[in-house]
């Protein structure tokens, strides 16, 4: 990794590029890159919670990350950005993108708790903590993991800690199985680390929050916003594509 990642706050989604469409006619991706091709986007998360460890897939491991709390309002209103942003050029790039297909499903990135996620969970003790949406990491043996400053295997990861990410915004995704068209935005992690643990712990900032509103609630400002192009809703409902 060679670019130096961005805060959510700071990344203008208007610099976004596309590169060509690559694969076959049932799986493609389009690489999305910073504003010149060859230059990748990444992001630097905060922290989030390591709620049930990293499970185990036919490749790959599988982390399930809550956004709940007051540290997570930026990022989650990033992703929220950037999938209105994919949404938003998938309508302008569709006969491109998904040459005659007349329908296709937009799968989000922020994953609600619902049976399509906890049906691959291992444990789903702790979903009431995820109110506020999940995010689904794919771990390859291309992501580098480190805790107290070196480098250890994702199976290390400590289940209830606190890791943060630097992300790759990597490429749009499409797939098509037996007439069915789904799409969605390939986060890639580039670098996990685990955070140190400390006899003294901090306050949880949402019960700060909570505690503020309650006293006086004109006293708590708007919610920070991105920079992004255009705003528009995302739903994983069908985006059906008109054909000239």
């Given at each position: 990794?060679?670019?130096?990642?961005?805060?959510?706050?700071?990344?203008?989604?208007?610099?976004?590029?596309?590169?060509?469409?690559?694969?076959?006619?049932?799986?493609?991706?389009?690489?999305?890159?910073?504003?010149?091709?060859?230059?990748?986007?990444?992001?630097?998360?905060?922290?989030?919670?390591?709620?049930?460890?990293?499970?185990?897939?036919?490749?790959?491991?599988?982390?399930?990350?809550?956004?709940?709390?007051?540290?997570?309002?930026?990022?989650?209103?990033?992703?929220?950005?950037?999938?209105?942003?994919?949404?938003?050029?998938?309508?302008?790039?569709?006969?491109?993108?998904?040459?005659?297909?007349k329908s296709?499903?937009?799968?989000?990135?922020?994953?609600?708790?619902?049976?399509?996620?906890?049906?691959?969970?291992?444990?789903?003790?702790?979903?009431?903590?995820?109110?506020?949406?999940?995010?689904?990491?794919?771990?390859?043996?291309?992501?580098i993991i480190?805790?107290?400053?070196?480098?250890?295997?994702?199976?290390?990861?400590?289940?209830?800690?606190?890791?943060?990410?630097?992300?790759?915004?990597?490429?749009?995704?499409?797939?098509?199985?037996?007439?069915?068209?789904?799409?969605?935005?390939?986060?890639?992690?580039?670098?996990?680390?685990?955070?140190?643990?400390?006899?003294?712990?901090?306050?949880?900032?949402?019960?700060?929050?909570?505690?503020?509103?309650?006293?006086?609630?004109?006293?708590?400002?708007?919610?920070?916003?991105?920079?992004?192009?255009?705003?528009?809703?995302?739903?994983?409902?069908?985006?059906?594509?008109?054909?000239?």
């Amino acid at each position: 990794m060679q670019s130096k990642p961005y805060l959510p706050h700071q990344y203008n989604l208007d610099n976004l590029i596309y590169d060509s469409v690559e694969g076959s006619d049932d799986k493609r991706i389009i690489k999305i890159y910073d504003n010149k091709k060859g230059k990748p986007i990444y992001i630097q998360t905060p922290e989030l919670t390591n709620l049930f460890g990293a499970t185990k897939r036919s490749n790959y491991y599988e982390l399930l990350l809550p956004l709940g709390g007051v540290s997570c309002l930026i990022f989650k209103q990033f992703m929220t950005s950037l999938q209105n942003k994919i949404l938003l050029d998938a309508n302008v790039n569709k006969t491109r993108w998904f040459k005659n297909i007349k329908s296709v499903k937009f799968i989000p990135l922020i994953k609600e708790v619902n049976k399509d996620v906890t049906s691959t969970m291992e444990q789903t003790e702790e979903l009431d903590k995820c109110d506020d949406g999940m995010i689904k990491i794919k771990v390859t043996n291309g992501t580098i993991i480190k805790k107290n400053h070196e480098e250890i295997n994702v199976n290390e990861l400590t289940k209830g800690k606190k890791i943060r990410m630097i992300i790759q915004i990597y490429a749009v995704w499409i797939t098509t199985v037996n007439d069915t068209t789904t799409f969605g935005i390939y986060i890639k992690p580039e670098i996990i680390e685990e955070k140190n643990s400390y006899n003294l712990e901090f306050i949880d900032e949402k019960v700060i929050f909570d505690s503020d509103s309650d006293s006086d609630s004109d006293s708590i400002s708007s919610t920070p916003t991105c920079n992004s192009a255009n705003s528009t809703k995302s739903s994983d409902e069908e985006i059906k594509y008109e054909s000239k």
